[in-house]
């Protein structure tokens, strides 16, 4: 059995660490060496991100880690926090254990509340799990027709009604509008947003793997979404729109767009995201025929006694909720980032 070292990445191993990353079935874009650019300079946390390679120097073994060490939400070590996927991404088990061994001992010496991997599929049947989040992965057909006529007949009416509003899409060479429809769709739901400078980053970092698409009524945007790309797939990620967005269902038509453009560019694989179970959210992309798929989500309890209930579902919650949705717009913005940071 090879042996293998547990290395933390510097800037002269991320390419080693991405051409690993391409090809290993288990990884996933929230794996890619750019994260740690992310976490560190748009959240501010330390990040680890782990390798297991043999002497020669093949990596066999990733696991990207971020620490949020918050005075209100508790102290936690995550792969991948703001990420739907996450945890060991690894092409065989000894290596995956070298670097799992690594995390929890890193866990121990931070001494924080818990140590969180967010995975497809379980990995520890002994840790502690929650049951909050499903995600929605469809496999795309070559003709944009055929992929039109999949989704449920209620779903695809939606979308050909954003047809007859005569809305268009443009991809966009920067973030400016899409922040402006992202901002107000999380001021209505009540839920503070993420830095402007965030967006610009993520394009700094994956460059033309982060596509920005605007749906425009009459020259004027209605609503935006932000995606990724890895692989042959396509993940739709942040996204929103104001008011007429709902009255001319730009939401539906958008979603059909980015299917639409992944198709004709050769993606195969439409990853709508998590949803938690429960939620207008899940509902929706059930609407599209999705079949939701549990994510496992593992915790290792160290400093806490228990995992803290901190989701937007829990009741304590509400009466911030709905205060926030009265705050100007202007101020949402310029306090939102420094709440969300903490929350992963």
Not at 16 to 35: K, N
Request: glycine letters at 8%.
């Amino acid at each position: 059995m090879p042996h293998y070292t547990v290395g933390l990445m510097g800037s002269q191993d991320r390419a080693r660490w991405d051409a690993f990353v391409l090809r290993c079935p288990d990884a996933t874009f929230f794996h890619r060496a750019g994260w740690q650019q992310i976490m560190e300079d748009s959240f501010g946390h330390a990040t680890w991100f782990m390798y297991a390679a043999t002497p020669q120097g093949d990596i066999h073994a990733v696991l990207p880690l971020a620490q949020i060490n918050s005075r209100w939400f508790g102290n936690t070590l995550c792969s991948l926090p703001f990420c739907v996927y996450g945890g060991i991404a690894a092409d065989n088990r000894a290596a995956a254990d070298a670097v799992d061994q690594a995390a929890q001992q890193l866990a121990t010496r931070l001494s924080v509340d818990h140590l969180e991997y967010r995975h497809r599929r379980p990995y520890h049947a002994d840790w502690l799990h929650r049951d909050t989040y499903a995600t929605f992965r469809k496999r795309l057909h070559a003709d944009a027709e055929h992929n039109l006529l999949a989704i449920p007949r209620k779903q695809r009416a939606m979308v050909r009604k954003g047809m007859a509003a005569g809305l268009s899409s443009v991809v966009e060479t920067n973030t400016r509008r899409f922040f402006d429809c992202y901002a107000r769709s999380m001021h209505h739901l009540g839920t503070p947003m993420f830095s402007r400078r965030h967006f610009q980053l993520l394009q700094q970092v994956f460059g033309d793997d982060c596509e920005v698409l605007c749906i425009e009524h009459a020259d004027r945007p209605v609503c935006a979404v932000l995606s990724f790309r890895f692989r042959d797939q396509i993940l739709p990620y942040y996204g929103g729109g104001g008011e007429p967005a709902r009255r001319l269902a730009g939401n539906d038509f958008m979603y059909w767009e980015v299917m639409r453009r992944a198709c004709a560019t050769g993606c195969t694989l439409f990853d709508f995201g998590r949803s938690k179970y429960g939620t207008g959210a899940f509902a929706f992309k059930k609407n599209w025929g999705f079949a939701p798929e549990p994510l496992h989500y593992d915790y290792q309890l160290h400093r806490a006694g228990q995992l803290k209930e901190v989701q937007p579902l829990n009741p304590r919650y509400q009466m911030l909720i709905k205060a926030w949705r009265l705050l100007p717009l202007s101020v949402a913005n310029l306090i939102g980032p420094h709440i969300v940071r903490q929350l992963g």
